[in-house]
């Protein structure tokens, strides 16, 4: 898979910030009015959001906006519930490039928020996914 990712200067000055103040690699991110969503490889989750979550508060202050941190995999199932955590997926099956994603709770507890995140994440990076639908 040959994921070329186009930045501009404001989206490489965020990484640049983002690798300096946590000290590791930055997959990807995304980016809205309120939120910024940082993308690093699972095994440097922890490292990334620093001891009592210190760093997330200091990118938080920086760009003053909402920070997440979303641990990458290479499995999507597994790349997949870390996007939706802490919400738990009762049910994931692949079909015709459609990702049919059942979680457990109520709707009125779900973000849509996180369901456009998982769409843009999974067929971003595994070419077998082309759509996912998710129902509680």
Same mark, same amino acid.
């Given at each position: ?15 640049? @910030? $983002?690798?300096? &103040? !946590? ?14 969503? +940082? ?43 870390? @996007? $939706?955590?802490? &919400? !738990? ?14 979680? +457990? ?32």
């Amino acid at each position: 898979m040959s994921n070329v990712i186009k930045l501009d200067s404001d989206q490489i000055q965020k990484l640049a @910030i $983002f690798e300096s &103040i !946590t000290r590791t690699s930055l997959k990807d991110f995304l980016e809205d009015e309120t939120e910024l969503t +940082f993308i690093v490889n699972s095994k440097d989750l922890g490292k990334a959001i620093g001891k009592g979550a210190s760093n997330v508060k200091t990118l938080e202050n920086k760009f003053k906006k909402r920070v997440l941190m979303i641990g990458y995999e290479m499995d999507y199932k597994d790349f997949a519930r870390n @996007i $939706f955590k802490p &919400i !738990t997926i009762k049910n994931m099956s692949l079909q015709n490039n459609l990702l049919n994603i059942t979680i +457990f709770g109520s709707q009125m507890a779900f973000p849509s928020k996180k369901v456009k995140k998982a769409k843009i994440l999974l067929t971003k990076y595994f070419d077998n996914i082309k759509d996912i639908m998710v129902k509680v």
